[in-house]
């Protein structure tokens, strides 16, 4: 399988605890983005990167939320001192574009990591 | 800043019946323009998109749209539903200056009858 592959699919954590979420992207994909679904809505656009280098951050991650993507490859989004509110399926997606803007490549959706926090 | 409404929250046709589902959008310039699908747990699929051009465009499973600026609309088509149609569909429209973020409506959920 060579699609935007996202672990783990389902985590269950309480109040107060940490989470990482690892996404892997199509392979040779220069851009990837996280975004952030609740039950009923649609995704909100939550942060992306060109290569290693993060360019985007909607004001929806707050500072308990961090994005990296030290290589250029995979990346990982921590939630540290998780809220009931953070409960959601945390998407990641990825294309394949030329420069900073837009070329209109199609965007590539993982199946998500489902989060729960109790 | 774009945004993009999705009216219809439920939907349910019979199977066999026509479907139209509606986009309306509000952005400054030409925008770039996304209908995806999503099941029950699942990711987002592409069904089609609109970048420039033909403003009727075709996508995958006999699925079609119509950008119509004058009405800031990109409204969803098929023909024929099949059952394997019912699920979530959301409207999309990205940022043509900044990395194809894309902002997404609230979705319109499907139900098709048997």
């Known amino acids: 399988d060579t699609g935007v592959s996202q672990n783990p699919r389902h985590k269950i954590t309480k109040r107060g605890q940490n989470v990482t979420f690892r996404c892997d992207p199509i392979?040779?994909?220069?851009?990837l983005y996280w975004y952030r679904q609740t039950l009923g809505q649609g995704p909100e656009f939550l942060t992306y990167?060109?290569?290693?280098?993060?360019?985007?951050k909607s004001r929806l991650l707050s500072d308990r939320f961090s994005a990296e993507r030290p290589k250029g490859s995979f990346s990982t989004l921590e939630i540290q001192r998780t809220e009931q509110g953070d409960s959601a399926m945390y998407l990641c997606?990825?294309?394949?574009?030329?420069?900073?803007?837009?070329?209109?490549?199609?965007?590539?959706f993982g199946e998500g990591s489902w989060l729960t926090v109790v | 800043a774009q945004s993009v409404t999705q009216p219809d929250i439920h939907i349910t046709v019979s199977e066999g019946a026509s479907l139209e589902l509606r986009c309306n959008y509000s952005?400054?310039?030409?925008?770039?323009l996304f209908w995806y699908v999503q099941s029950p747990g699942q990711g987002l699929q592409l069904l089609l998109k609109?970048?420039?051009?033909?403003?009727l465009v075709q996508g995958i499973k006999g699925f079609e749209a119509e950008f119509k600026r004058s009405q800031s609309s990109f409204n969803l088509r098929k023909p024929s539903v099949h059952w394997s149609d019912a699920a979530e569909y959301f409207c999309?429209?990205?940022?043509?200056?900044?990395?194809?973020?894309?902002?997404f409506g609230g979705g319109t959920r499907l139900m098709v009858k048997p």
């Open positions: 952005y400054g310039a030409t925008p770039y």
């Open positions: 392979s040779e994909h220069n851009r």
């Open positions: 999309a429209v990205g940022e043509r200056n900044a990395g194809n973020m894309l902002t």
């Open positions: 990167f060109q290569n290693e280098a993060q360019l985007e």
């Open positions: 609109y970048f420039s051009g033909d403003t």
């Open positions: 997606a990825s294309s394949l574009s030329m420069g900073r803007r837009a070329a209109g490549n199609t965007i590539y």
